[in-house]
Structures are given as C-alpha cells and as structure tokens.
C-alpha cells in the first residue's frame, strides 16, 4: 500500500498537467539541488496552481528562503532553496490555502496578533489562524501577499535580521511580497485515502446515453441535521481530516453516552457508550451500523466516483421536532432555515473540491440544475449532484391539531424560493405528519420514536386505519407511562407527554390513515407546473396513491427514490411507476441480496422507456449499511479488485491509520461501496444486476427531462 497515493489522487491529473507545464515553462520543476547557485525561477501562475504543491517561500525584499526556527517559530533567513524549508499547500477553499511544514507544524499568526499586527509562530493544528489567502500584487505575476483570513494582516519580514511578523496593507509594500519557488521534500497535509489507479471513464456510449450509476438519496449535509449535534463530523472542513473527523467527545460525551438517538435508533434504548475515537485511529467509528456518525465524508464520496457513480441527488433533510426534542441542538430549529445553509454547504462543498483540484470548475464534484447541465459533467466524467428537500414540514407547513400551518401562498412563495436556491426535488411528507400529506408509519423502536416525534410536532399521535395494498404496513409499537417516563429522562422535552401516556394499537399491519390533504393535492399541481422532480416515498400509502393517481391524470413522472424506506410497495404501484416513466432505487444490501433486488426491480420496466435500477443509500439518513457477509472469512472479496468498466484498481480503502476491509467491516463508510458492488459482481446474478445498475444514471436523467419537457 502505498502511503503518498492521496495525494496523487486528490489532485485530478489535469491539474498536474497544467501545473507541470507552467511550472516546466520557467523551468521551476527541476529537482532540488543542494549545489546550485541559483533557485529555480518562482511560480507565475495564480494562486490555484498551489495547489497540493510543494514550494519553498522566498522573499523578495530580501532574496531569502523561509526556515523553521526551533519548534515555534519561522524565520527568512536562508541562502537557498536546498536550505529552505519545504513547505506543503494544502488549500481550505478557493485562494486560501495553509502552509505545513516537514515536521508538522503551520505558519501562523501568534497569540495575541490584533487587526495592527503582531508575530508570526508554528501552530501544531490547523486553525483560523495558519489560513492565508494567497494574493497577487498588480504587475507582479511572480509574487504573492500572504493575508491573514483571522486578522486581515499580512505577512512580512524584516530584510535585516529575517524576522516575520504580521503588519496592515502591504500590498504595495515590497516588504510582504513573496514567491514561491518549486521544491521537493514536502510532507503532505494529512487526508484520507482514496486507494485507487487508473483512471476513470469519461465519454458517453455510442447511441449518446451516459453510463454510470446513480445513488438518488444521498442526505451528504445530514450532520446539520436535528440541530447539528446528533450526527457527529463533516463531510468536509477547510482545515482538513483532522477537523472534519476527530474525535467526538464533545458532541456523543467521552465514552458515548450522550449518543441518545444513536442509542435509541440502534438498539431500542437510549442507553449506550461507544468509542470515540475517530481521526487518526477510528477504532470506535465509522461502523455499517453507526447511524449518527459522519459517512459521507468528500474523499470517501470520491473513491464511489472512481467506482463509477456518476450522479447523486444530495438530499438535504431536517425534521423540526428532532431538533426541538433533543437535550442539545442549535436554538433555531426552523426547517427552512437548515435547508437553506444545507443548500450553501453543497456550494461550499464544491469550492472545497474545485481547490484541492486547482481552481473553479475544476473538481470532479458539480451542482447541476437541469438534464442537459448534468450530462454535460458526466461526459466530462464528473460526478453530477442534484439538490433535493427531504422535509417533515415543507415550506414550513406543520400541522398541529388538525389546522394547517401554511396557506397557499406560502407553497407557491416556497417553490420560487427553493427554485432560485437550485433545488430541483422535493419529498411531500418525511417521518411526521404535516399539513400536506400523512407520513408513513415505521416499526420497532425507531417507529416508536417517530410517533412521539409526531405527537410532539403536531399535538396528536398517528391515527392508524387498514393498508390500501396487500402487505402494506407495520405493527404499531407503544410505550406505558412508565417507559415513556424513563425516555423523558433522557429527553427532557417529552416530560409533558409522560403523563398522559401513548395509546394501544391492536394487533397486526396497519397504515396511517391520514391522506392526502387539499393543500397537498395543491401542492403537487404547483410541483408539476414548476417541473419538479416528486419523491413519493414517506408519504402514507393512501397519500402516495393520491399522487399516483393525479400523476396518471398529468402523465407525469415521479421518483421513489429509496424504495420500500417508509411504506411497502405493492406490485401494481410499482408497475404505475414505471408506466408513467417514472424512476425507482432500491436499497443497499449485502452482495447477494442487492442483487436480487436490482433484477427482480426489472420485472416492472415499461417500453418505451430506457431503463435502469439506482442505489438510494441514504448514508447520514440514519440507515444502517450492510455489515460483513456472514461467509466472508471462507468466501471473502479479493484484493486489489478492479471497477466494474476496468479502468481502476482499488486497494483496501486506508483513513489515517486504519485500513478498512469489506470482509470484517462491511460498508463501514461510503467509501467502501465500489467494494461493495465488486463483491455484488462475483454474487449469483451479479453481472445482470451491474449491468442495470450502471444504466440508472441515463434512466434517472430521462426521468427528469420527462418532468422537465412536460406539458
């Protein structure tokens, strides 16, 4: 295994191209020499062509390299690029970037630096305070000023004695003018690992349809989720892995025990402890299992992408009343507000990848807003991200006590709003009740705590009725006073509930026997005049028929995007479905088993349309991943294996110090989903079910232009 290939491969090889030949251009990538006289001339790109680099920082003032002094701090007081020291770039975003030493450390602005200035230390972290963004001076192509992102000042040196510090506007002052000169030697920022050569494809196939799978409910924002504090670690952050997935003791407490919907929605129970350590060691998460830990972390998302993933609708979720319910959250628990930040979080997101790629545009990860947009990115064999809305309370439409929160106008305003924000589809209902639709009953312990959610957010709890379909339905689950007592010990907002208790439910598989509401049925026609893509999973199977129904009358197609998550589909829906050109995911299974669910989705394709079988993972959706096979030990996925197109070979996947193996972890994060369907490719069926996979993302980008084209 090979401990630099991160870098390599966080960093697109046309990038490096580019960077190489302006580099070669001023003679700039020679090796490192101790012997010469002369440095290589400086980098006379911008700022983006640092990227993941390698460079020595010279002054101009002065002539002189910058070193390490001690383990706190810098000087420019070096002769030559063979005595400077190597610094690494690793950027935090679009033009700003931190800049790590061969030991470790950071140039930073010391302790107490103001807005005036101040000294310039080694930091042992990354922190606001070593992120610089990089600035060209007019008329200075090879030299850069270094300003502080924390303070706004810049650094400088004092050509005499070397000494660095911080000082206000020196951008035409010599004195913080710098160049960065190729160098060798650098020790890379730490990262995960993507663990894949070659290169994957680009292109379209030759009738013009793009090949690829598609993974349509993928909540990459769920940690914002519920206020923030109930699923632990980022999918990204600007100064790195360390930041992004350390350990979360200050959110699950240092042994766990303050997991308590982790707890719950594990094991039934909100008592539990874990493991906290994440970053380097992760020897306590991520687990298939985990459910409120972070899976989606970008690198992870990028070893999909090798794999071939090719378009993702990133769901952004929220449901009030988990928020308001649990001990610690974010004060403001409106819906609408954390859709919006999810929303600029993709954005960020995307500026994040386009850094460590080498400038806007260049990254392998794209927002897109229409068809033809994303076929586009595909055929540059980039991966396509659509925004959805997975929302218990749509545009802010509660219900509570039977009276809707909302109006029309609210939903006609909502639509502009979330369409302007680059949202392109939208869920109905998620896991309560609102004033548009009711919401799909769930089993065991997780449904339990979603009827409480129900009765915290609306004022009622589920009112059950028989299933509109032949094995719809669940058995409704309850808690006695005592027990529902015990959890407002744990969940102190629920203590006005304890009292008065939950009610019975008899025996046997019932539906909730809320539908669709006027609102709602005047929300779809809105949706459909808008041409927006409609998932009709969570909504109560009388309300998803409802839809079905108004959908056959428009010939209008619609999305169900992790089928079977959130009420049971019965044949004749699906066969709607698909007759209305609609499009369907199934869920994530261990190898065999998605495989049977791939093919038998293929009884239910309809002519004349192209079809196709998604993946709706819903990582970061509180759903579990598949685990280990129980066989793994005598009948185990080889390693290397090769993507299902041949073009990218795939070692075991390696975050820090921990090396992750489909055999003993499952798909512990989403990164191990290409193993994951390299083990589905040796199953009964395998090959068949790849084949379907790999043709979603041309059956989901039909889907849309249907929507998008209908009149």
Not at 78 to 87: E, F, K
């Amino acid at each position: 295994m090979r401990a630099q290939l991160p870098v390599k491969r966080l960093v697109p090889v046309a990038v490096m191209t580019s960077l190489a030949a302006a580099l070669a251009s001023t003679g700039a990538l020679a090796a490192r020499r101790p012997a010469r006289k002369r440095a290589p001339p400086p980098i006379t790109r911008t700022s983006d062509a640092l990227a993941n680099g390698c460079f020595a920082l010279r002054s101009v003032a002065s002539g002189r390299f910058l070193t390490v002094v001690g383990t706190t701090g810098y000087a420019v007081d070096a002769g030559s690029v063979a005595s400077a020291a190597p610094l690494y770039l690793k950027p935090t975003g679009l033009g700003t970037f931190l800049l790590y030493d061969t030991i470790g450390g950071l140039v930073s602005v010391g302790e107490g630096v103001t807005v005036s200035g101040g000294v310039i230390a080694r930091a042992p972290a990354a922190g606001r305070a070593s992120e610089w963004a990089v600035v060209a001076p007019q008329q200075r192509g090879a030299a850069f000023v270094l300003r502080s992102t924390l303070t706004g000042t810049e650094l400088v040196v004092t050509p005499a004695t070397g000494t660095l510090s911080a000082a206000r506007e020196t951008l035409a002052n010599h004195v913080g003018w710098f160049e960065f000169v190729a160098d060798t030697g650098c020790t890379p920022f730490p990262e995960a690992q993507v663990n894949a050569t070659g290169r994957t494809f680009a292109g379209t196939n030759k009738d013009g349809t793009v090949f690829g799978f598609v993974d349509d409910h993928l909540p990459i924002t769920g940690d914002m989720r519920g206020g923030g504090d109930v699923i632990y670690g980022e999918a990204f952050d600007r100064f790195g892995v360390p930041a992004a997935l350390g350990q979360d003791a200050k959110v699950h407490g240092p042994d766990g025990s303050l997991d308590l919907t982790g707890n719950l929605l594990r094991n039934g129970s909100p008592l539990g402890t874990h493991d906290t350590h994440g970053w380097p060691t992760f020897t306590g998460w991520p687990v298939y299992n985990t459910q409120t830990h972070q899976q989606v972390y970008y690198v992870w998302l990028q070893r999909a992408w090798e794999a071939g993933e090719r378009l993702v609708v990133a769901q952004t979720v929220d449901d009030e009343a988990l928020c308001r319910i649990e001990p610690r959250h974010n004060p403001d628990c409106d819906e609408t507000h954390s859709i919006e930040a999810q929303i600029h979080r993709l954005r960020a997101l995307q500026d994040y990848v386009d850094a460590q790629s080498g400038g806007s545009g260049r990254g392998w990860f794209r927002l897109v807003y229409s068809p033809a947009q994303a076929r586009q990115v595909i055929k540059a064999g980039k991966l396509a991200v659509i925004i959805g809305i997975e929302s218990s309370d749509l545009f802010g439409c509660s219900v509570h006590l039977g009276k809707p929160q909302c109006t029309r106008a609210d939903i006609d305003r909502g639509i502009r709003v979330y369409k302007r924000l680059g949202v392109r589809g939208m869920f109905v209902a998620h896991w309560v009740d609102n004033a548009l639709s009711g919401a799909a009953l769930e089993g065991g312990a997780k449904g339990v705590f979603i009827n409480i959610l129900n009765r915290f957010q609306t004022g009622r709890y589920f009112t059950t009725g028989p299933c509109p379909g032949v094995g719809q339905g669940v058995q409704v689950h309850t808690l006695s006073k005592s027990l529902l007592g015990a959890l407002a010990g744990f969940f102190p907002a629920v203590r006005s509930l304890a009292a008065r208790g939950m009610p019975t439910y008899p025996a046997g598989l019932h539906c909730n026997a809320r539908g669709l509401t006027p609102l709602g049925r005047y929300l779809i026609t809105q949706l459909i005049a808008q041409h927006m893509l409609i998932e009709v999973d969570h909504m109560s199977e009388l309300a998803r028929d409802e839809v079905l129904s108004i959908a056959a009358q428009a010939h209008y197609p619609l999305i169900s995007s992790h089928n079977g998550t959130g009420g049971e589909w019965t044949a004749s829906e699906l066969a709607q479905l698909y007759r209305l050109g609609g499009f369907a995911a199934v869920t994530p299974d261990m190898a065999s088993a998605l495989a049977t669910k791939i093919l038998r989705m293929a009884h239910y394709q309809a002519r004349p349309y192209y079809f196709g079988v998604g993946i709706g993972t819903d990582t970061n959706g509180f759903a579990s991943l598949p685990g280990p096979r129980p066989d793994a030990s005598v009948n185990p996925l080889r390693y290397p294996f090769r993507s299902y197109d041949g073009k990218v070979t795939f070692e075991r996947e390696q975050t820090g110090t921990r090396v992750f193996d489909l055999n003993v972890d499952g798909v512990a994060h989403y990164g191990l989903l290409p193993d994951l369907l390299a083990d589905m490719e040796r199953a009964r069926g395998g090959r068949q079910a790849l084949a379907l996979l790999f043709r979603s993302a041309e059956a989901y980008l039909e889907t849309w232009q249907r929507a998008v084209s209908h009149r």
